[in-house]
């Protein structure tokens, strides 16, 4: 799973930094116990740190964060992955980059030293991610299309910070904030609560396809979507519609099999993980393993289904 935390402070030192670095990070440990990594540095009146708990998928030699670019101005914490970072990679490589690890990490960073903001847009995979860039004073912090990786985040006159999950923010303040009336609101009408809004009035969700640019020098915030959703129809048959199905699905299930550990499936009994199963099984040479949670409750068990 992994998770990312960080903090921009105008009122904390390096060494504050770090020990809120290393108790947010204590808070999310779970999501990632194989590996921790953690980011400081003092510029322009600001102290910035950034944080990650890992739990190890690709590269799992090479892959440790924070990553950097070349003269280190550039430096990235990252929770997910990257289903076309090998594709992506290789085109980088075309150009002359030059890259130290395996990791789809990196080909975020190399991409995003190259293009910019724009290269966001070419990733397809689950993430969230934070850039700190000191050339241009600015922190980017980016959701996948889906909003599959959770970040949240806050700001305060003299603080700014964002994690994967709400306990790590919430832990840092010097006082449990207030309720959310809107949070609550639609967590009754929905029983979840959509972003930006959480349970916790001035603590935001950032919404799925979308990053934040934070400036440094300013202190502001934009928030921008990545990929802009077109909505275009094919004029497909049925059986020609069925058959893009099909190949789409298995072009997902392909990217979404690279690891440099096993992979497993877990059967709920439903449909789409059959789907899930059935196509990993035949893209595999080997056995698939395929783990179900059955409960004693006859009505809440599906282990006959899987």
Same mark, same amino acid.
């Given at each position: 799973?992994?998770?990312?935390?960080?903090?921009?402070?105008?009122?904390?030192?390096?060494?504050?930094?770090?020990?809120?670095?290393?108790?947010?990070?204590?808070?999310?440990?779970?999501?990632?116990?194989?590996e921790d990594g953690y980011f400081e540095s003092f510029h322009r009146n600001n102290t910035?740190?950034?944080? &990650?708990?890992?739990? #190890? @998928?690709? /590269?799992? %030699?090479?892959? =440790?964060?924070? *990553?950097?670019?070349?003269?280190?101005?550039?430096?990235?914490?990252?929770n997910g992955e990257i289903y076309n970072y090998q594709e992506l990679r290789a085109g980088l490589?075309?150009?002359?980059i030059k890259f130290i690890t395996q990791s789809d990490t990196e080909v975020?960073?190399?991409l995003y030293e190259t293009k910019g903001e724009s290269s966001f847009e070419s990733l397809d995979g &689950?993430?969230?991610? #934070? @850039?700190? /860039?000191? %050339?241009?004073? =600015?922190?980017? *912090?980016?959701?996948d299309f889906f909003g599959e990786k959770p970040l949240y985040y806050y700001q305060s006159n003299q603080e700014f910070m964002w994690a994967s999950e709400l306990k790590s923010i919430i832990a840092q303040l010097d006082h449990k904030p207030e309720l959310s009336t809107n949070g609550l609101n639609l967590f009754f009408q929905l029983t979840y609560i959509p972003a930006p809004y959480t349970i916790y009035k001035n603590v935001y969700k950032l919404n799925a396809n979308h990053y934040i640019s934070y400036d440094l020098e300013s202190q502001t915030l934009h928030i921008q979507e990545i990929?802009?959703?077109?909505?275009?129809?094919?004029?497909?048959?049925?059986?020609?519609?069925?058959?893009?199905?099909?190949?789409?699905?298995?072009?997902?299930?392909?990217?979404?099999?690279?690891?440099?550990?096993?992979?497993?499936?877990?059967l709920s009994g439903g449909v789409d993980s059959s789907i899930v199963s059935l196509g990993l099984s035949q893209l595999s040479d080997q056995r698939i393993d395929t783990f179900s949670i059955?409960?004693?409750?006859?009505?809440?068990?599906?282990?006959?289904?899987?």
């Open positions: 799973m992994c998770g990312i935390n960080g903090i921009v402070s105008t009122i904390k030192d390096r060494s504050e930094i770090q020990d809120a670095l290393r108790s947010m990070n204590q808070l999310i440990v779970h999501r990632g116990p194989d910035i740190g950034m944080a &990650m708990q890992r739990l #190890s @998928i690709i /590269d799992l %030699n090479t892959g =440790k964060q924070p *990553i950097y670019n070349s003269d280190q101005s550039i430096v990235i914490v990252f490589e075309r150009e002359g975020i960073l190399k &689950m993430y969230a991610f #934070s @850039i700190y /860039d000191k %050339n241009k004073n =600015k922190i980017l *912090i980016a959701r990929c802009k959703i077109s909505h275009n129809k094919l004029g497909l048959s049925i059986d020609n519609a069925k058959a893009k199905l099909h190949d789409l699905i298995m072009k997902s299930i392909e990217s979404r099999s690279v690891s440099d550990v096993p992979i497993g499936t877990f059955g409960f004693d409750k006859a009505s809440f068990d599906e282990t006959d289904k899987s």
